[in-house]
């Protein structure tokens, strides 16, 4: 070898390390940057877009099965929607004082009064409107409490109406 060739090899070696060096700089770099800009919550608006950009074009059409499948849950959704309104709705007096109102008024359960027209005179006397806003809001008397709606929430106005109507017309 002569000493051109040892020459131009120191250097060629010195230039590959130093090449190594600065990868290996650039490695660390890249490194601290991706650790200090990397953040670990996406903010919401982001993953909302994200995943309205992913969602399925499409659902997978299930056939006759896939709409009986639908149909049972809208039949589902119809029956639970109807158990918010009580009794079905019924605006039948007897019907809701049967479910409801007789376990306190058959008894006199909490001192509610009797079905018997003693006890409702004086009531009667107030007047109906009184009588059934009383039972709507409920209100505690020298007897006892009479709780909102018989205690069911999802008894309307006018199912309250009926009821009051009803059991003042079939006091004994
Ligand atoms: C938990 C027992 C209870 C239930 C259930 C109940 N009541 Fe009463 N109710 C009472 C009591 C107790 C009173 C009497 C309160 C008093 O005067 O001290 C009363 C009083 C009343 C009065 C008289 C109001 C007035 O102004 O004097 C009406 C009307 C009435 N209830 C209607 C109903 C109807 C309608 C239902 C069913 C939807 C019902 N109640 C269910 C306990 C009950």
Redesign the pocket.
């Known amino acids: 070898m002569n000493t051109h060739d040892s020459v131009f090899l120191k250097k060629f070696a010195a230039l590959i390390a130093g090449f190594i060096v600065l990868s290996l700089l650039m490695l660390l770099l890249a490194q601290s940057i991706y650790r200090a800009t990397r953040s670990t919550d996406v903010p919401p608006e982001l993953a909302a877009a994200t995943e309205a950009r992913i969602a399925p074009v499409g659902g997978v059409y299930a056939g006759q099965s896939g709409q009986m499948a639908r149909a049972a849950a809208a039949a589902a959704a119809q029956a639970s929607a109807q158990a918010q309104v009580a009794y079905d709705g019924t605006l039948d007096g007897a019907v ?2 049967d479910n ?2 007789k ?3 058959d008894s006199g ?5 009797l079905m018997v027209r003693s006890a409702w005179n004086e ?1 009667i006397a ?1 007047g109906m409107d ?2 059934v806003q ?2 709507i809001e409920g ?9 909102p ?4 929430p999802s ?1 309307s106005d006018e199912q ?1 109406q009926a ?2 109507e009803w ?1 003042v017309d079939n006091l004994d």
């Open positions: 809701i004082y409801l109102c376990t306190c008024h359960a909490g001192g509610a009064p009531r107030q009184v009588m009383n039972s209100f505690t008397g020298a007897h006892g409490i009479m709780p709606r018989g205690g069911n008894l309250m009821a009051v059991m």
